[in-house]
C-alpha cells in the first residue's frame, strides 16, 4: 500500500506487502524488504538496503549524506536487517569514504525516539537504544547492548555485547561487555549487569565467572594487563573469553 501523497523514486525497489504512508519520500537506489511499514513523513535515501518486516514511525530520516564536513558527495551505503523498530525522529546516516563507506544495524533492535546513529556505525542485533541515545561515527555496539536516554558515545568507541549504558552517560573509552557503566562525576564501570544478563538466559555459573573477571578487573589493585593475565589463569570459560578479547583489541582504552 503507498498513500497517494508519498513520493516514491522510480529507481527504488520495493517489497511485497510494504505499507508507505502520508508524505513519505523514497529515493532512489533504495531497496525495502518485504512486511516494512513506514507510517508518514518517513524519509528514506540511498543507496540503502532494508530488509524485512522493519517498523519506521513518523518522521524518521534514513540514509541521508552524513554529517561531516570531508564528505563531498561520494557514494557510500546503509544497510539495516531485520524486525528492527525505529521511533519517531530517528536518523541513521549513510558512510564515509574514510571510514569504510558503509553504516550496518543488524536485526531485531529496538531504537527510541530522536536516537541518532552516525555515519560508519556498526550496530549489532537485539540493541536497545533509549530516547535521544546518540552514537557519534565510526561507534560498534555489539549485540544485545543497551544504551540509555540522552547517553552520548564518542567516535571510535565500542559497546561490549550485553553491556549497559545508563541514562545521561557520556562515554569516551569502550565499554566492557556484560558491565553496567554509568556517569555519576566520572563515568566507571560498576560491576556486572546480571539481572541483564539473567534475563537473557545466562546459567549461574556463567555469571559468577563473569562476576570473578569483574572482580580482578575492577577491584583489585593490578593494572589492565595484569587483570588480564591473572583473569586467564584463573578462568577460561567461553564468556570470560569474550571479555578479555575485547580488552585486548581496545584502541582508546576501557572504562573501568
Avoid: W
Amino acid at each position: 500500500m503507498i498513500h497517494p501523497t508519498a513520493i516514491v523514486s522510480s529507481k527504488a525497489t520495493i517489497g511485497a506487502r510494504v505499507s508507505i504512508g502520508p508524505f513519505c519520500c523514497i529515493g532512489e537506489n533504495v531497496t525495502i524488504g518485504d512486511d516494512c511499514k513506514l507510517d508518514s513523513h518517513v524519509v528514506i535515501e540511498g543507496p540503502t538496503t532494508i530488509g524485512h518486516s522493519n517498523r519506521f514511525f513518523p518522521f524518521c530520516v534514513i540514509g541521508v549524506q552524513p554529517q561531516d564536513l570531508k564528505f563531498h558527495g561520494e557514494e557510500t551505503f546503509l544497510t539495516i536487517g531485520s524486525n528492527n523498530q525505529f521511533r519517531e525522529y530517528v536518523n541513521v546516516h549513510r558512510g564515509t569514504k574514510g571510514g569504510g563507506a558503509h553504516t550496518r544495524v543488524g536485526d531485531n533492535n529496538f531504537v527510541m525516539v530522536a536516537a541518532h546513529i552516525a555515519h560508519d556505525c556498526i550496530v549489532g542485533s537485539h540493541v536497545i537504544m533509549a530516547n535521544a541515545a546518540t552514537l557519534a561515527g565510526h561507534v560498534t555496539i555489539e549485540d544485545h547492548a543497551t544504551i540509555g536516554a540522552y547517553s552520548g558515545i564518542h567516535q571510535f568507541c565500542r559497546v561490549g555485547r550485553y553491556g549497559y549504558v545508563g541514562g545521561y552517560t557520556v562515554i569516551t573509552k569502550d565499554v566492557l561487555p556484560y558491565s553496567k557503566t554509568v556517569s555519576d562525576r566520572n563515568t566507571q564501570a560498576y560491576g556486572v549487569n546480571a539481572i541483564g544478563l539473567e534475563r537473557k538466559g545466562f546459567t549461574e555459573e556463567q555469571i559468577r565467572n563473569i562476576k570473578s573477571a569483574f572482580r580482578l578487573l575492577l577491584q583489585s589493585k593490578l593494572n589492565t594487563s595484569q587483570a588480564v593475565e591473572a583473569i586467564r589463569q584463573k578462568a577460561s570459560a567461553p564468556e570470560v573469553e569474550v571479555l578479555l578479547t575485547f580488552i585486548e583489541t581496545s584502541t582508546r582504552g576501557v572504562t573501568k
